[in-house]
């Protein structure tokens, strides 16, 4: 088996979903919160000769629709010289010790493209809306809807027809998809399965890599309160800022 395959059965059978921590017993494991088949999207990994554009991410996962995504599939495609510019170009934060910053340094990049990778390609293909498709039916049992694992009652709402993610969540649409993707990376970045997934094959450099994982995670995040908006009352951040870094500060 390659290792594209490799990694398609991995995220399929194993890590994802029932790794999750709302996953329940139902559901082979995954939960009434995933679609009954779990397909990974297509994985690419490029150098990029040049990108014209106001922001170069270091990965895309398309289409940007959940409801696409979620009956139509998606792709995911990585950057790997755009993330290692990023780094090389990036200092690392002052509150990193001087002892630290070697090691921190040295295992960034990596880091950086597993946390991108789940980001991506399990953290954004991952979920099921829960929904009336059409006029009295529902792609859930709603005589017996899912628990909602935050008050441990049925869940009492639903898309209705005709609406999606971003026609009910507006501005904060994407905002929320980011952190729910962020969350998920970084709570799956560390478990040794996964490292040794992301060519992570040489044993001894597995312990170096969980150590950095939340130093490396937490390096940027003093920049991201100078988006805060200091005129709001609540100092929430700036609703015009760009949607993937508002997560941040969740």
């Keep these: 088996m390659g290792r594209s395959e490799t990694r398609q059965s991995f995220i399929a059978k194993s890590c994802f979903p029932t790794g999750l921590p709302w996953a329940s017993s139902e559901n082979d494991g995954k939960g009434p919160f995933e679609a009954s088949l779990f397909q990974a999207p297509d994985f690419t ?11 170069v991410w270091d990965g895309v996962n398309l289409p940007n629709y959940s409801d696409i995504r979620e009956t139509c599939g998606l792709k995911n495609i990585q950057f790997w010289n755009r993330m290692a510019i990023r780094v090389e170009s990036h200092p690392l934060s002052r509150h990193v010790h001087p002892s630290e ?7 960034t990049q990596m880091v950086n493209f597993v946390t991108a990778s789940i980001h991506e390609l399990i953290g954004h293909g991952s979920g099921k809306l829960l929904s009336e498709t059409a006029p009295n039916v529902y792609n859930f049992n709603k005589d017996r809807p899912p628990t909602n694992p935050l008050t441990g009652q049925a869940v009492e709402s639903w898309y209705k027809p005709g609406q999606t993610w971003t026609s009910v969540f507006g501005k904060l649409a994407i905002t929320v998809e980011e952190c729910r993707a962020n969350l998920i990376s970084y709570y799956l970045a560390d478990e040794k399965e996964v490292l040794r997934l992301f060519v992570l094959e040489d044993e001894a450099s597995i312990p170096d890599c969980q150590c950095n994982t939340s130093p490396s995670c937490s390096n940027s995040s003093p920049r991201y309160p100078l988006i805060l908006n200091v005129s709001h009352p609540l100092c929430v951040p700036d609703d015009r800022d760009q949607g993937h870094r508002r997560p941040r500060l969740v």
């Design 45 to 55: 990994i490029v150098h990029a000769l040049a990108c014209c554009a106001s922001v």
């Design 101 to 107: 910053a070697k090691p921190l340094k040295a295992s």
